[in-house]
């Protein structure tokens, strides 16, 4: 089969097309053809061992010395079941499923295997497969912070990096639990966030934004770029602040994605994706996201529909 090998940490060349053998599912696994993948930040990180400097032997030493055990990278996926172990009784061939690997990762590839109690779950019934593969990272990295900083009981949110693949589905699911939106983002990205639910739209390249701003229930940086000083601020008596940055990694947990499930049919969410590269152009899709600016999801293509019928 085909798939992107990391052959060392670096710049997006060190990412190669290769051919590798077919993964063989355990008894407690999913073997999925893979329709649709993503360049998000686990990918791009690992790739270029984009880390803190006292942080960069001890990953080494977990992940792999001159380049990752596992070669084959994307935290998130979206396929078809085409077989499966003999303990799993959850899921069947044929289904439409789409997944967070995390430190897995495996997306990267035309198959892979998964366990079928992990992050797994049926894809929304509406979901095209590059909708679907939006979904996972951003949706359950939003949950898992929004509920840190209280969202069913928050009135004010203020959202920093709220164009981004983790902002535009936090602006989404704050909004869903009734909040009042203020998105920090570019003003080129104003269109699409206000369309997302945002309330209030400021710009963080005009001089003097954070003045703007006001003191809110919630505050969380989806972009991990703030300083937490400033961004402290704004948070009100009483109120939380959290960032995707230095506090703590998101849960991998199924049920959210049972819940994105419902929050994507009932229409309450939608997938921002940025564009779509085909897994042969792989390099120039992380090129892309390293050079900083895009728009909610960029989106690999693994297999297309004339390549169904044959391997």
Same mark, same amino acid.
């Given at each position: 089969?085909?798939?992107?090998?990391?052959? =060392?940490?670096?710049?997006?060349?060190?990412?190669? +097309?290769?051919?590798?053998?077919?993964? *063989?599912?355990?008894?407690?696994? +999913?073997?999925?053809?893979?329709?649709?993948?993503?360049?998000?930040?686990?990918?791009? %990180?690992?790739?270029?061992? #984009?880390?803190?400097?006292?942080?960069?032997?001890? &990953?080494?030493?977990?992940?792999?010395?001159?380049?990752?055990?596992?070669?084959?990278?994307?935290?998130?996926?979206?396929?078809?079941?085409?077989?499966?172990?003999?303990?799993?009784?959850?899921?069947?061939?044929? @289904?439409?499923?789409?997944?967070?690997?995390?430190?897995?990762?495996?997306?990267?590839?035309?198959?892979?295997?998964?366990?079928?109690?992990?992050?797994?779950?049926? &894809?929304?019934?509406?979901?095209?497969?590059?909708?679907?593969?939006?979904?996972?990272?951003?949706?359950?990295?939003?949950?898992?912070?929004?509920?840190?900083?209280?969202?069913?009981?928050?009135?004010?949110?203020?959202?920093?990096?709220?164009?981004?693949?983790?902002?535009?589905?936090?602006?989404?699911?704050?909004?869903?639990?009734? =909040?009042?939106?203020?998105?920090?983002?570019?003003?080129?990205?104003?269109?699409?966030?206000?369309?997302?639910?945002?309330?209030?739209?400021?710009?963080?390249?005009?001089?003097?934004?954070?003045?703007?701003?006001?003191?809110?229930?919630?505050?969380?940086?989806?972009?991990?770029?703030? #300083?937490? %000083?400033?961004?402290?601020?704004?948070?009100?008596?009483?109120?939380?602040?959290?960032?995707?940055?230095?506090?703590?990694?998101?849960?991998?947990?199924? @049920?959210?994605?049972?819940?994105?499930?419902?929050?994507?049919?009932?229409?309450?969410?939608?997938?921002?994706? @940025?564009?779509?590269?085909?897994?042969?152009?792989?390099?120039?899709?992380?090129?892309? *996201?390293?050079?900083?600016?895009?728009?909610?999801?960029?989106?690999?293509?693994?297999?297309?529909?004339?390549?169904?019928?044959? @391997?």
């Amino acid at each position: 089969m085909k798939a992107v090998i990391c052959t =060392a940490y670096g710049p997006p060349d060190v990412l190669e +097309l290769h051919e590798v053998d077919e993964p *063989v599912p355990k008894t407690d696994e +999913l073997l999925i053809r893979v329709h649709a993948t993503a360049v998000h930040s686990g990918d791009r %990180r690992l790739r270029a061992l #984009d880390v803190p400097t006292a942080g960069k032997l001890p &990953m080494l030493i977990a992940v792999g010395l001159k380049a990752p055990r596992q070669p084959i990278l994307g935290v998130v996926l979206a396929g078809e079941v085409v077989e499966t172990g003999t303990r799993v009784n959850t899921f069947k061939a044929g @289904d439409r499923v789409y997944a967070l690997t995390g430190m897995r990762f495996g997306g990267y590839a035309a198959y892979a295997c998964i366990k079928a109690h992990k992050c797994v779950e049926h &894809m929304p019934r509406h979901a095209s497969y590059e909708e679907a593969a939006s979904l996972p990272f951003g949706g359950t990295t939003a949950l898992h912070f929004l509920r840190k900083v209280n969202i069913e009981q928050a009135e004010t949110v203020l959202i920093y990096g709220a164009s981004g693949a983790v902002g535009s589905m936090a602006v989404q699911i704050a909004k869903h639990f009734g =909040a009042h939106v203020t998105a920090v983002c570019q003003m080129r990205n104003f269109e699409l966030v206000k369309r997302l639910g945002a309330d209030v739209l400021i710009d963080y390249k005009t001089e003097g934004y954070d003045s703007r701003l006001l003191t809110y229930d919630a505050v969380f940086d989806a972009a991990g770029k703030i #300083d937490k %000083r400033i961004a402290r601020k704004h948070v009100r008596a009483g109120g939380k602040f959290r960032s995707v940055a230095g506090q703590g990694v998101s849960s991998e947990r199924k @049920d959210d994605l049972t819940f994105l499930n419902e929050l994507f049919d009932k229409g309450h969410i939608k997938a921002v994706i @940025d564009s779509i590269y085909p897994i042969e152009e792989i390099v120039s899709a992380h090129r892309y *996201v390293d050079a900083g600016g895009k728009v909610g999801n960029v989106i690999v293509s693994v297999v297309r529909p004339n390549e169904l019928t044959s @391997d």
